[in-house]
């Protein structure tokens, strides 16, 4: 039998149970949040990383050899070019061998494009 001074109402554990789910789809939420954030600024870190290399093969080349790479896989089979091309596409085109290559780096998740001069 229940003393009259007891509450046996369902209604704070209903409570207890409904702030339990809010808090974990909270901190669910944030954790996901803060991996996308950090997915981000990774391939935002690739693409500068990729940018400073090509930057550094051509002039490299240049100096080195007397002449600009002729096309990407030159740079890839001497100077060690190395990229995710799941990620990024390299727009690689050389006019001659005394001037500078036009190279465009497309980065496929963002949709954006970056040019090198």
């Known amino acids: ?7 046996n109402s369902i ?3 209903l409570r207890s149970n409904i702030m339990y789910i809010v808090l974990c789809t909270v901190l669910i939420t944030l954790f996901l ?7 981000e ?3 935002s870190y690739q693409e500068d990383s990729l940018v400073l290399a090509l930057q550094k093969d051509i002039a490299q080349c240049y ?6 790479p002729p ?11 190395v990229y995710d091309s799941d990620i990024f596409y390299i727009d690689y085109t050389a006019f001659g061998s005394n001037m500078y290559p036009d190279v ?3 980065n ?9 001069r």
Not at 63 to 68: L, P, R, S
């Open 1 to 7: 039998m229940a003393n009259r001074f007891e509450n």
């Open 11 to 13: 209604l704070p554990k």
């Open 33 to 39: 949040y803060g991996i996308n954030m950090f997915s």
């Open 41 to 43: 600024n990774t391939l």
């Open 63 to 68: 100096a080195i050899e007397g002449f600009y």
């Open 71 to 81: 096309d990407l896989d030159y740079l890839k089979d001497h100077y060690g070019l």
């Open 104 to 106: 465009t780096i497309l």
């Open 108 to 116: 496929k998740s963002k949709k954006t494009a970056t040019t090198i």
